[in-house]
T-cell receptor, first 115, second 113 residues
Framework: DQQVKQNSPSLSVQEGRISILNCDYT??????FLWYKKYPAEGPTFLIS?????DKNEDGRFTVFLNKSAKHLSLHIVPSQPGDSAVYFC??????????????FGSGTQLTVLP | DAEITQSPRHKITETGRQVTLACHQT?????MFWYRQDLGHGLRLIHY???????NKGEVSDGYSVSRSNTEDLPLTLESAASSQTSVYFC????????????FGPGTRLTVL
């Protein structure tokens, strides 16, 4: 029973256009959400996060939107660049997951930005 | 610069052998985690530790063990390797407290024949 779902295994976008990566969750106790980016042969690196008290968080070209009623979040990358080509993992955490704030990850979306 | 390292980066072993994967961090983080990454599953938590002498089971802990004798290291042991444990393993660490991002190591690719 996957509590965090990324239903699109892959996404291709033209350079300069917008990339939208989606993530759904089922656990109502989740109150903090993160996006990680992973290049081949490297570990995931933190990209951006959002608390459940907000519905939007922006950092440069990256914006994360949270729709709590739909239990849905999305990552927007504008404009997309070839260097953004990577696997993007959505992760969630919340009360009851321990003091270390354990993360529950989605299965990832491979983004390919075409030049 | 502080970092988190894993060794070996690649390992091939045989079914039934004991294998230990090393994880070392110089962030001085209290929290350390082990994940495995498999296609279609993302990253799944194996074990985690909040500090020295503390260890806890994660979602997929069967067949794995960890020990925490100091702040810097959290070795992961496969007691008797199985083909189902062929995977890429990631170690991570974070500061104590809520909302602290986890920093990941580069991963170890383990193949069990």
């Amino acid at each position: 029973d996957q509590q965090v779902k990324q239903n699109s295994p892959s996404l291709s976008v033209q350079e300069g256009r917008i990339s939208i990566l989606n993530c759904d969750y089922t656990n109502s106790m989740f109150d903090y959400f993160l996006w990680y980016k992973k290049y081949p042969a490297e570990g995931p690196t933190f990209l951006i996060s959002i608390s459940s008290i907000k519905d939007k968080n922006e950092d440069g070209r990256f914006t994360v939107f949270l729709n709590k009623s739909a239990k849905h979040l999305s990552l927007h990358i504008v404009p997309s660049q070839p260097g953004d080509s990577a696997v993007y993992f959505c992760a969630a955490t919340g009360t009851g997951t321990g003091s270390a704030r354990q993360l529950t990850f989605g299965s990832g979306t491979q983004l390919t930005v075409l030049p | 610069d502080a970092e988190i390292t894993q060794s070996p980066r690649h390992k091939i072993t045989e079914t039934g052998r004991q294998v230990t994967l090393a994880c070392h961090q110089t962030w001085n983080h209290n929290n350390m985690f082990w994940y495995r990454q498999d296609l279609g599953h993302g990253l799944r938590l194996i074990h985690y530790s909040y500090g020295v002498q503390d260890t806890n089971k994660g979602e997929v802990s069967d067949g794995y063990s960890v020990s925490r004798s100091n702040t810097e290291d959290l070795p992961l042991t496969l007691e008797s390797a199985a083909s189902s444990q062929t995977s890429v393993y990631f170690c991570a660490s974070s500061e104590q407290g809520a909302y602290n991002e986890q920093f990941f190591g580069p991963g170890t690719r383990l193949t069990v024949l």
